[in-house]
């Protein structure tokens, strides 16, 4: 039998303004993956890792941050975003009836506008997280 490991969504990339992390990351692998920016690591063991489980994915954490929590200034202090997959209806032409079909759509969302929505809601949605990413000029401040 062979054993296939889930791999999507565990990415690092750059550009010249930003890092994007895939969300099904552990923080255990983050910690351990070389790809992952040094300073991000870094943030992730000093101040997220106190309030978190090495265990617990990315998407998990920020699926259930709780607007009260610390964190919620640090991500604000990196500028940082949420890529969303949620399920939308998509209406008809002339928008008259219920006859649309349901569809996965992707949004872009600040820490704040994610923190404002509850857990239960977010899955009532079908919410998925696919990454989080902060700014390089934010990082480098920290």
Do not use: C, W
């Amino acid at each position: 039998m062979q054993k296939t490991v889930y791999e999507d969504y565990k990415y690092s990339m750059q550009d010249t303004s930003r890092v994007y992390v895939g969300s099904k990351y552990t923080l255990r692998e983050l910690l351990e993956a070389d790809e992952v920016l040094f300073k991000f690591r870094m943030l992730v063991e000093r101040y997220i890792l106190p309030e978190a489980d090495l265990e617990d994915t990315l998407e998990t954490h920020l699926y259930y941050l709780s607007s009260e929590s610390f964190l919620v200034k640090l991500y604000t202090q990196m500028k940082a975003k949420v890529k969303i997959n949620v399920i939308e209806e998509k209406k008809n032409r002339f928008g008259l009836g219920r006859n649309g079909k349901k569809q996965y759509v992707t949004k872009l969302l600040t820490i704040e506008q994610l923190v404002k929505i509850p857990p239960e809601e977010k899955e009532k949605k079908g919410m998925v997280i696919q990454e989080l990413s902060v700014s390089k000029l934010a990082l480098a401040g920290m």
